[in-house]
């Protein structure tokens, strides 16, 4: 059973758009919600998380929405950028760094 | 200063033979961590370790071994390679607890089984 699923599988927007990208988990015992950022070629690295106590993350262009109750969680890129052109994670872990990963959203931002 | 390292970055290998991949953390973090990349898939664990001498299985630990000589280095273990084992491999080191919870990965290895 696929604890983490993510959609759309792939996502295509127009440079300064806003892209949404979705998240859903199974375990309620889940707290602590990252997502990563993957470049072709490259290993994938930490944007942002956030932690089950808080409904919203903000850094910079990029928001986590969570819902505790829905057991889900989605990732606002406001203002998207062809740099931001790649692979996106969302992740799930109880706090004990065993990090449970969904297949992954493939963002293209066309300029 | 690239934190965790993998070698080699490629490799070809043949059905039957075996296939040793490495990683090295200068973290200095207790857990270490084996993914293959497939498309569709996403990141899957193959193994982890908890420090050196440990290892557990993931999610997906048939035809994979794994070692943890020591604090830095952690290696996947191909003992008899099939073609189904073509992957990208990812290695990754974190802690657990506050505000540690992130994993930090390497480059990845692009293997491929003839």
């Known amino acids: 059973q696929q604890q983490v699923r993510q959609s759309p599988q792939s996502l295509t927007v127009w440079e300064g758009e806003t892209a949404i990208l979705n998240c859903s988990y199974e375990d309620s015992t889940f707290n602590y919600f990252p997502w990563y950022q993957q470049f072709p070629g490259e290993g994938p690295a930490l944007l942002i998380s956030i932690r089950s106590v808080s409904d919203k993350k903000e850094d910079g262009r990029f928001t986590i929405f969570f819902n505790k109750r829905e057991k889900k969680l989605s990732l606002h890129i406001t203002d998207s950028q062809p740099g931001d052109s790649a692979t996106y994670f969302c992740?799930?872990?109880?706090?004990?760094?065993?990090?449970?990963f969904g297949d992954g959203t493939q963002l293209v931002v066309k300029p | 200063e690239a934190a965790v390292t993998q070698s080699p970055r490629n490799k070809v290998a043949v059905t039957g033979g075996k296939v040793t991949l490495s990683c090295n953390q200068t973290?200095?973090?207790?857990?270490m961590y084996w993914y293959r990349q497939d498309t569709g898939h996403g990141l899957r664990l193959i193994h982890y370790s908890y420090g050196a001498g440990s290892t557990e299985k993931g999610d997906i630990p048939d035809g994979y071994k794994a070692s943890r000589p020591s604090q830095e280095n952690f290696s996947l273990i191909l003992e008899l390679a099939t073609p189904s084992q073509t992957s990208v491999y990812f290695c990754?080191?974190?802690?657990?607890?506050?505000?540690?919870?992130?994993?930090?990965f390497g480059p990845g290895t692009r293997l491929l089984v003839l």
């Open positions: 973290n200095n973090h207790n857990n």
């Open positions: 992740a799930a872990s109880e706090g004990n760094n065993r990090i449970f």
């Open positions: 990754a080191s974190g802690d657990a607890g506050g505000r540690k919870d992130t994993q930090y």
